[in-house]
């Protein structure tokens, strides 16, 4: 569904995506607008569902969690019975930061796991993963060094 978002819109988005903590005050300052009608278009973005969630990043790396692996997994049949049990089951997994169906390679899906180490790596995989029903193959690669990490959207090509 596209919807159309005006410069002063846009601008919220993107300033809400830069710094979630942002007060009403701030923000209506920032985009030229007084406190209430900007609350109104932030609401207005919550509703219309474009403000998913708001949310703090923290430093894995701070907190020991040093380990990123992206993990392709193959599975044996390709029924919706069998996908749906299969996210369901990583869905119920902490260490599962995203899991998608992917096209192009022989996996059907894969995952972004981040654990502390190889020990819990191996635990989560060997003990959880390939446990599931209808894994037929894995495949791992793990991140050696994270380049570049955005999380705020590009809004430059929505009209």
């Known amino acids: 569904m596209n919807m159309k978002l005006d410069r002063t819109d846009k601008l919220i988005l993107n300033l809400i995506q830069e710094n979630g903590r942002i007060s009403n005050l701030e923000l209506a300052d920032k985009i030229g607008l007084s406190a209430s009608p900007c609350s109104r278009r932030v609401k207005?973005?919550?509703?219309?569902?474009?403000?998913?969630?708001?949310?703090?990043?923290?430093?894995q790396a701070k907190l020991?969690?040093?380990?990123?692996?992206?993990?392709?997994?193959s599975m044996d049949r390709h029924t919706p019975e069998r996908f749906?049990?299969?996210?369901?089951?990583?869905?119920?997994?902490?260490?599962?930061?995203?899991?998608?169906?992917?096209?192009?390679?022989?996996?059907?899906?894969?995952?972004?796991?981040?654990?502390?180490d190889m020990?819990?790596?191996?635990e989560l995989l060997l003990g959880k993963i390939t446990?599931?029903?209808?894994?037929?193959?894995?495949?791992?690669?793990?991140?050696?060094?994270?380049?570049?990490?955005?999380?705020?959207l590009p809004l430059d090509h929505i009209k």
């Open 131 to 152: 446990r599931i029903k209808g894994v037929t193959g894995v495949k791992s690669s793990f991140m050696l060094r994270n380049v570049l990490s955005r999380t705020v």
């Open 84 to 116: 749906d049990n299969f996210e369901a089951e990583i869905a119920a997994i902490p260490d599962v930061m995203e899991c998608c169906i992917i096209t192009g390679s022989d996996a059907d899906f894969q995952l972004k796991v981040i654990v502390p």
């Open 44 to 59: 207005n973005l919550e509703e219309l569902g474009l403000i998913d969630k708001h949310v703090t990043l923290l430093d």
């Open 64 to 73: 020991g969690l040093k380990l990123t692996a992206y993990i392709h997994i």
């Open 119 to 122: 020990e819990h790596y191996q």
